[in-house]
């Protein structure tokens, strides 16, 4: 491992470990592996682990918890060398509807680009996105990996109400919005996956680490793909990568 | 049982929030005040993770179909039994038939009411507390009908005369921790931060609190990170954001404070309006 981490106090009962702060594949697997590392390790203190782009959280137990003997052996773990580490991460292919009843700003993204509406629908579908980690809202994952072109920045005005569902692209980042929420992204699709389902003891399918591409389908089929959703029956599509 | 007459202003099951679900973007939720919620179950007999109702500044009506032991603590709504007088902070004994309601509020924001037993409702992803999307529904509403669990202690404790330390109600003054982003801050700013007494906007809900007045603010946005309750955020255009309970579990904004528990639980207290002071805690 080769990155220099900062380690800050956050609060009473947490350690914010920092990475250098850049989207980057290469921290977010070093991130994961450390994370197993702990759960593999006797921190019978240690409550949850979060982590974002480059930063991971870990909570105490506040009754036994000591800062400065915790960062020394959270580094000391650090710098031991690795067990071997496995993880199998999976591809998702995720229908997406780019209809324009769906995507109210692909049109204007399109203007605005220069691009041709089906060349933004093949490049934003073309790409392997990463999952960085799930955070926002409930099922809302932070992907890495939108075509450069499709840089577009968030609307001036947010949205009051976005719908369940929408595929969208603010600045650097592309996404899913999981359940009807205010937001300020540019809507060019929608999917009729269910990104959150508090129904399951794993709400979310996706994990990070995980990949994930989208691929375009008529409204026809996502009509049809809906009605497998609402059935509980549908399985989306996915293959299991080598780690 | 207890049922619904009227349901008050926003009135919620709450208990200590959904720990361990974080990494799928769930946020903690759980009572805004845990010390009045403990105060109430610990008065009713109860473990300290037993469902209360949360009621913010106006009261529902309740009708009690069982015999019950209940406490009611935090924010001081003039609540009355069958029309009588009841205090907060103290054991009341219940009868099949009484009706529980709540006046006009004197004093905090928030008011909690736990019964022996503790309220009997759906457990989502390990709590009961309502948050949209995740629990059916958000708050109670009129004709809701609750469930109560079997009373774990067969005999009540009485108390009776003991004082209950709630000085943490009627304080102005948040106790703080540095922030991840604190040092990023120039010298003037973090004597401002301290210096200065801040007022709660008219934007304050269980998701966070913002603060009226402006502070300059020359930082960047960070790389989305995680953030908590009690997390204290600056924006770009120069508003400080409280986030509260049921704050979402990431942000981009540089975090440069983060409130102690004490903190979060005088805050949700407060209203629009009302002035704050931060003091910063040392660090372990």
């Known amino acids: ?243 | 049982m207890v049922k619904v007459l009227s349901a008050g202003l926003y009135t919620t099951i709450q208990d200590n929030g959904r720990m361990g679900y974080q990494h799928y973007g769930v946020p903690v939720s759980g009572v805004m005040d845990s010390r009045a919620a403990a105060i109430a179950n610990a008065l009713v007999g109860n473990n300290q993770d037993a469902a209360v109702l949360e009621i913010t500044m106006s009261g529902p009506k309740l009708v009690f179909e069982i015999d019950a032991a209940i406490a009611i603590t935090g924010a001081n709504m003039k609540a009355s039994i069958n029309k009588n007088r009841i205090e907060n902070n103290r054991i009341i004994s219940i009868k099949k038939g009484d009706v529980l309601r709540y006046g006009t509020l004197v004093s905090g924001f928030r008011t909690y009411l736990a019964v022996s037993g503790g309220f009997k409702t759906n457990e989502v992803l390990g709590s009961k507390s309502m948050y949209q999307g995740i629990t059916e529904f958000r708050n109670l509403k009129k004709g809701d009908v609750l469930n109560i669990n079997k009373s774990l202690t067969a005999s009540q404790k009485h108390f009776a005369g003991l004082k209950i330390d709630d000085s943490y109600l009627t304080s102005s003054t948040l106790e703080v921790y540095q922030g991840p982003e604190f040092d990023r801050l120039s010298e003037i700013q973090k004597k401002q931060l301290f210096k200065n007494i801040f007022t709660v906007s008219k934007d304050n809900n269980r998701m966070a609190y913002q603060l009226k007045e402006p502070f300059e603010n020359t930082l960047e946005p960070i790389l989305t990170s995680s953030v908590l309750p009690g997390t204290v955020q600056l924006t770009p255009s120069g508003k400080l954001i409280v986030l509260m309970r049921d704050c979402q579990t990431t942000g981009g904004y540089p975090r440069v404070l983060q409130l102690s528990e004490m903190a979060i639980n005088t805050l949700a207290q407060k209203f629009t309006g009302d002035k704050i002071k931060f003091n910063l805690k040392a660090l372990l």
């Open chain 1, 1 to 243: 491992m080769t990155f220099e981490l900062k380690y800050k106090q956050f609060g009473a009962s947490s350690i914010l470990m920092e990475w250098p702060q850049r989207i980057d594949k290469a921290i977010l697997n070093d991130i994961l592996r450390f994370k197993s590392k702990i759960e593999q390790s006797d921190f019978s203190n240690i409550m949850t682990l979060n982590h974002a782009y480059a930063s991971l959280l870990i909570t105490y137990d506040v009754s036994n918890f000591d800062v400065s003997s915790e960062i020394l052996k959270l580094s000391d773990l650090y710098q031991s060398a690795d067990e071997v580490y496995e993880s199998k991460y999976t591809l998702w292919k995720i229908p997406v509807c780019y209809d324009q009843s769906f995507g109210i700003d692909l049109e204007s993204l399109s203007k605005e680009k220069c691009i041709d509406v089906d060349d933004v629908i093949k490049m934003h579908s073309q790409s392997v996105y990463t999952i960085y980690f799930i955070g926002f809202l409930p099922g809302f994952l932070y992907l890495g990996g939108l075509d450069e072109q499709l840089f577009t920045p968030r609307r001036a005005t947010p949205r009051l109400k976005i719908e369940k569902g929408a595929v969208a692209i603010g600045g650097k980042q592309t996404g899913v919005y999981p359940s009807e929420s205010p937001g300020g992204w540019n809507i060019i699709g929608n999917s009729p996956v269910h990104f959150f389902d508090v129904s399951k003891a794993e709400p979310c399918f996706a994990k990070a680490g995980d990949s994930l591409q989208f691929y375009p389908v008529t409204l026809k089929v996502y009509q049809d793909i809906q009605t497998l959703v609402d059935a509980g029956i549908y399985q989306i599509e996915s293959e299991v990568l080598d780690g």
